[in-house]
């Protein structure tokens, strides 16, 4: 009986082997030729007459790496009417005296500063959206992270996509910038890597239906049609739950051929940790079953079990090694060819121990529903959505005080 149940165990073992080898080496295969039909295609850089007039909402909280350079990128935009938004939820807050510096150094450019403590849900950020969006003049929205370094054709290049009646938003890849530190290399390498990967992967085998928070632009009329930024205030993926909205409406996500730049510096492996579960988590939650089949695509892992499972035979590493060198050579052609990353041979040798700690993440995120954010605690419910658990947590809704509004070169006093 033991003799029979080994038997089958070794049989299952070997067959999930043998489908792990051939998904993630088709995987791998499947990027390349994505990344080659995507960034061959050359969209025209030339400006149009009628380009809409854009307001940029911006959500700050605390001093992001090269916060003001970040920032001063959207005031030398190689754009027309343009309206920025920048967002805080406290007047202490650090990134205020930057927004300042800005209004100063800039005057020419349409630059408001919203303090506004009102809370109207557990996602922090679209509460900030939310409050801004309130002072908002223009009828084309870009929602922009704090720590995305942008070229000078960022806007005209993202909002060129809404002159298609049937595209209803536009969004960006990124690629990380590594400022130093082993848990940053990390977390660079994840991004470049694996989610760039994965994202090049799903625009050939999938319809874009999400949308990416690093950038989304969109017409403010549809986002007023689905309710604004309220809708998502309790939910973890804010930017998956708006995709998925504006798809249900009719309209197309379109993906913009420009790559823009991260800059992240996370300093610990303790954060480093949390925010591969964060991600990790809101993956499983957002798509279950997409993330159970996500672990066919880890290559490394595979080739680690099967040289495991079959004693280095001969054979089995030849399998392996296969598979790991098709690994880094897919992985050095998107860093260096197609995203232009700055990741240097050395730190892309760090590559295989990385996808082995990605393998172990991706258990991980099965043990549990809480994620940290922002210094901050939540719990993840089966439906997307989050109860923040720390302690002294902000009550929900307006019994804070009214916004304060600074304009170009006015003082935050």
Same mark, same amino acid.
């Given at each position: 009986m033991w003799a029979s149940l080994e038997s089958v165990v070794a049989t299952v073992s070997q067959a999930l082997i043998f489908v792990g080898l051939i998904v993630s080496a088709i995987y791998c295969l499947v990027m390349l030729y994505s990344a080659r039909q995507f960034f061959a295609r050359r969209p025209d850089e030339e400006g149009v007459s009628d380009e809409p007039a854009v307001t940029v909402l911006k959500p700050l909280k605390g001093l992001d790496v090269e916060l003001y350079e970040n920032l001063r990128d959207l005031c030398l935009q190689d754009y027309g009417r343009l309206q920025l938004v920048f967002g805080v939820a406290d007047a202490l807050d650090p990134a205020v005296a930057v927004v300042q510096r800005l209004q100063r150094d800039y005057p020419q450019v349409d630059i408001d500063l919203v303090v506004d403590a009102r809370v109207y849900g557990t996602n922090y950020k679209v509460s900030n959206l939310h409050n801004m969006y309130a002072h908002a003049k223009h009828d084309v929205i870009v929602i922009a992270d704090s720590d995305i370094r942008v070229p000078r054709s960022y806007l005209r290049q993202l909002v060129r996509h809404l002159r298609d009646p049937r595209v209803g938003l536009a969004t960006t890849m990124y690629r990380a910038a590594n400022t130093g530190g082993a848990p940053t290399l990390v977390e660079s390498l994840c991004i470049n890597t694996d989610w760039c990967h994965m994202v090049l992967v799903a625009r050939i085998v999938e319809r874009a239906s999400y949308a990416f928070g690093a950038t989304i632009a969109m017409r403010r009329a549809l986002l007023d049609e689905i309710g604004g930024f309220l809708p998502f205030v309790d939910y973890l993926a804010d930017d998956y739950q708006l995709g998925q909205r504006v798809v249900a409406r009719g309209y197309q996500l379109a993906l913009s051929h420009q790559v823009l730049e991260t800059l992240i510096s996370l300093g610990s492996w303790r954060r480093l940790i949390q925010h591969q579960l964060r991600w990790a988590r809101t993956y499983r939650v957002c798509r279950p079953g997409g993330y159970f089949g996500s672990i066919f695509t880890h290559a490394t892992l595979w080739a680690v079990l099967n040289v &495991?499972?079959?004693?280095? &035979? %001969?054979?089995?590493? !030849? %399998? &392996?090694?296969? !598979?790991?060198? !098709? $690994? +880094?050579?897919?992985?050095?052609?998107?860093?260096? $060819? +197609? !995203?232009?990353?700055?990741?240097?041979p050395a730190q892309l040798a760090l590559l295989a121990p990385k996808d082995l700690f990605v393998s172990v993440v991706w258990v991980l995120a099965f043990l549990g529903d809480n994620v940290t954010w922002s210094g901050r605690r939540f719990r993840v419910l089966p439906d997307g959505k989050m109860l923040d658990v720390t302690p002294g947590a902000a009550v929900p809704h307006s019994w804070t005080p009214l916004p304060e509004v600074h304009r170009r070169g006015a003082s935050a006093d």
């Open positions: &495991s499972f079959h004693e280095f &035979s %001969a054979a089995s590493c !030849l %399998a &392996s090694g296969a !598979l790991v060198a !098709l $690994r +880094y050579a897919s992985a050095a052609l998107l860093c260096w $060819r +197609y !995203l232009g990353a700055d990741t240097t």
